[in-house]
T-cell receptor, first 112, second 114 residues
Framework: DVKVTQSSRYLVKRTGEKVFLECVQD?????MFWYRQDPGLGLRLIYFSYDVKMKEKGDIPEGYSVSREKKERFSLILESASTNQTSMYLC???????????FGNGTRLTVT | GENVEQHPSTLSVQEGDSAVIKCTYS??????FPWYKQELGKRPQLIIDIRSNVGEKKDQRIAVTLNKTAKHFSLHITETQPEDSAVYFCAASRSGGSNYKLTFGKGTLLTVNP
């Protein structure tokens, strides 16, 4: 069974802090994704990566960056956290084009 | 880019009734349409998916239909049970190339009343 592990379940940070969210998958998947989930807004794509060191902007990349130095690991970085980035962040991976996403358990980030 | 609209946002049914959730998409090149179920406090999980070369797919009490001409697809749950209560998301994407990404609808909260 595919396992996608997010490093933190809950995180509380202060405005202006640099925040790292880590995600690791164990199935040698090519694609990795970061979504944020907010009530009434569904799942919105922040960034995705289809290969090591490759990244593509999703629908809401502003205020975020990503890093994929190894195939199994995809990091989301908030350069300077703001209160409007308080949200649930979901990492996902998939083996190829048009294939199911496997999600992690999510990180609930609160920025105060 | 792709835009996926999902209706209704909430749906309440009696146990044993059927539930239907509908989605429309904007990109005529989209050809992969999965549905995810998210129970309270848990991760979204794939329950069924359909590709554009198929008009309908069934898996026990769940079925999905696709109308490519009208650019809409629907999830049908028959004989609903309380454990079907969850948020359901539809999604759409193209296949092929490096630009693979899923665009999700905003979700439908389904409540099945015993």
């Amino acid at each position: 069974d595919v396992k996608v592990t997010q490093s933190s379940r809950y995180l509380v940070k202060r405005t202006g802090e640099k925040v790292f969210l880590e995600c690791v998958q164990d199935m040698d998947h090519e694609n990795m994704f970061w979504y944020r989930q907010d009530p009434g807004l569904g799942l919105r794509l922040i960034y995705f990566s289809y290969d090591v060191k490759m990244k593509e902007k999703g629908d809401i990349p502003e205020g975020y960056s990503v890093s994929r130095e190894k195939k199994e690991r995809f990091s989301l970085i908030l350069e300077s956290a703001s209160t409007n980035q308080t949200s649930m962040y979901l990492c996902a991976s998939s083996w190829g084009s048009a294939s199911p996403l496997h999600f992690g358990n999510g990180t609930r980030l609160t920025v105060t | 880019g792709e835009n996926v609209e999902q209706h209704p946002s909430t749906l309440s049914v009696q146990e044993g009734d059927s539930a239907v959730i509908k989605c429309t998409y904007s990109d005529s090149a989209s050809n992969y349409f999965p549905w995810y179920k998210q129970e309270l406090g848990k991760r979204p999980q794939l329950i069924i998916d359909i590709r554009s070369n198929v008009g309908e797919k069934k898996d026990q009490r769940i079925a999905v239909t696709l109308n490519k001409t009208a650019k809409h697809f629907s999830l049908h749950i028959t004989e609903t049970q309380p454990e079907d209560s969850a948020v359901y998301f539809c999604a759409a994407s193209r296949s092929g190339g490096s630009n693979y990404k899923l665009t999700f609808g905003k979700g439908t909260l389904l409540t099945v009343n015993p």
